[in-house]
Structures are given as structure tokens and as C-alpha cells.
């Protein structure tokens, strides 16, 4: 059943379809200048593609990113039973770079910090882990096609407030995506919330 907030984007094997937010612009990550990632609740470690790391590279760059992509970490190979015991390349410090939709209540306008990602063979999206998300605090509507994070003000854990970021429909697959490469150009000092330190989670692998 179809509700009034989506439309249905093609079939997809099975018979199923792809699901597209009519409010969401669709992108094609291999085509857009941007950086996008997915928000993966069944990964439990945040990964991402080497082509993908290749084009984000230079898509961080030509965006003013505050950090560069880190070198291939090659000393930590993990192992992923659930997809055929492929096994990671290395790892990598990604940026990210996220506008808010307006402003918070002390005027910064975007948010910055670094993740910790394993790179594997292959074009795949970067999938920004369930722990990830939960760090940022986000919290989606699925039905609406809207996202918020947390933007702390105070040194509190709960001094914080929410703030809306723009969801993606991705395209070929319909799935939802935040852009990464937003570092505001010419943004007044401390108007950018930086957060430290690197997200970086444990993960469990094997030989």
C-alpha cells in the first residue's frame, strides 16, 4: 500500500519496488560532486567502497573539507562472515561535513567531525554504522522523510538540541542518505560545531 508521502521508483527483483520520498531529492552518488552516506541500522560497523573513498577524496577536496581523507590503515583487516567472509582492505579517517537546515539557538549553521571506516573492494556507498547514528543522536521519520541530530550547547550530555538535516533518496536503490561534504564557505568563527573525538567503534574480526 502507497501512502500520499511516496512514490514508487521501479521494480526491483522479487517484485518488489523501490521506494522514493516525493519530498527527497534523488541523487546518483557516482554522478554527483557530492559526498553522500547511507544510514545503515543493520551495520554494526561503518564501511564504505574503495571507488567510493577514490571520488570522495577529491569531492572533499574541491568542497574545502577541514580535513583531509586519511591514508589506507592497513595494520586492522576485518572480516565480514555475513557477506561471503569478505574481508576489509584497511581503514580510513573519513570527514563529514553536515549543514543544518536552519540555524541552531546559538547560530552555528553546520556540524564537522571525522569517522572511522573500513574500506572494502568494490563501489559500495559509505554506510555510517547503527553506533554511529546513535553517537549523533539521530532520530528519523521514515514516513516523512525528515532527520535530526543532536547539537549540543552546554557541556552536559543534555545540554543539547535538536537540529533538521536533509535526507536523499538514493538513486537505484531508493534507500536514504545524508550529504557529508557540506563545510559552509566563508562561515563566521564558531559557527561550525566541531565533534571530537573521532567516532571510532570495535569491531570484532577474524582470521
Given at each position: 500500500?502507497?501512502?500520499?508521502?511516496?512514490?514508487?521508483?521501479?521494480?526491483?527483483?522479487?517484485?518488489?519496488?523501490?521506494?522514493?520520498?516525493?519530498?527527497?531529492?534523488?541523487?546518483?552518488?557516482?554522478?554527483?560532486?557530492?559526498?553522500?552516506?547511507?544510514?545503515?541500522?543493520?551495520c554494526?560497523?561503518?564501511?564504505?567502497?574503495?571507488?567510493?573513498?577514490?571520488?570522495?577524496?577529491?569531492?572533499?577536496?574541491?568542497?574545502g573539507?577541514?580535513?583531509?581523507?586519511?591514508?589506507?590503515?592497513?595494520s586492522?583487516?576485518?572480516?565480514?562472515?555475513?557477506?561471503?567472509?569478505?574481508?576489509?582492505?584497511?581503514?580510513?579517517?573519513?570527514?563529514w561535513?553536515?549543514?543544518?537546515?536552519?540555524?541552531?539557538?546559538?547560530?552555528?549553521?553546520?556540524?564537522?567531525?571525522?569517522?572511522?571506516?573500513?574500506?572494502?573492494?568494490?563501489?559500495?556507498?559509505?554506510?555510517?554504522?547503527?553506533?554511529?547514528?546513535?553517537?549523533?543522536?539521530?532520530i528519523?521519520?521514515?514516513?516523512?522523510?525528515?532527520?535530526?541530530?543532536?547539537?549540543?550547547?552546554?557541556?552536559?550530555?543534555?545540554?543539547?538540541?535538536?537540529?533538521?538535516?536533509?535526507?536523499?533518496?538514493?538513486?537505484?536503490?531508493?534507500?536514504?542518505?545524508?550529504?557529508?561534504?557540506?563545510?559552509?564557505?566563508?562561515?563566521?568563527?564558531?559557527?561550525?560545531?566541531?565533534?571530537?573525538?573521532?567516532?571510532?567503534?570495535?569491531?570484532?574480526?577474524?582470521?
Amino acid at each position: 500500500m502507497m501512502d500520499g508521502h511516496s512514490s514508487l521508483g521501479g521494480p526491483v527483483p522479487g517484485g518488489r519496488q523501490r521506494l522514493y520520498h516525493q519530498d527527497l531529492e534523488t541523487v546518483d552518488p557516482t554522478r554527483d560532486g557530492r559526498v553522500f552516506a547511507l544510514l545503515d541500522e543493520g551495520c554494526n560497523v561503518s564501511c564504505h567502497g574503495k571507488l567510493w573513498a577514490d571520488r570522495a577524496i577529491k569531492a572533499f577536496n574541491l568542497a574545502g573539507s577541514h580535513k583531509p581523507v586519511s591514508d589506507l590503515d592497513t595494520s586492522s583487516i576485518v572480516s565480514y562472515k555475513g557477506l561471503g567472509s569478505t574481508k576489509s582492505l584497511g581503514t580510513r579517517i573519513i570527514p563529514w561535513g553536515m549543514m543544518y537546515k536552519t540555524p541552531a539557538s546559538n547560530g552555528d549553521i553546520a556540524a564537522t567531525g571525522t569517522i572511522r571506516s573500513n574500506e572494502m573492494s568494490g563501489d559500495n556507498p559509505m554506510l555510517i554504522s547503527l553506533h554511529a547514528q546513535s553517537t549523533l543522536g539521530f532520530i528519523k521519520d521514515v514516513e516523512k522523510g525528515t532527520c535530526s541530530m543532536k547539537h549540543f550547547i552546554g557541556a552536559g550530555t543534555e545540554d543539547y538540541e535538536r537540529v533538521d538535516i536533509t535526507l536523499y533518496n538514493l538513486k537505484g536503490s531508493g534507500l536514504r542518505a545524508i550529504c557529508i561534504s557540506e563545510f559552509p564557505d566563508g562561515a563566521q568563527p564558531g559557527t561550525v560545531k566541531d565533534h571530537k573525538p573521532t567516532m571510532s567503534f570495535a569491531c570484532r574480526s577474524s582470521s
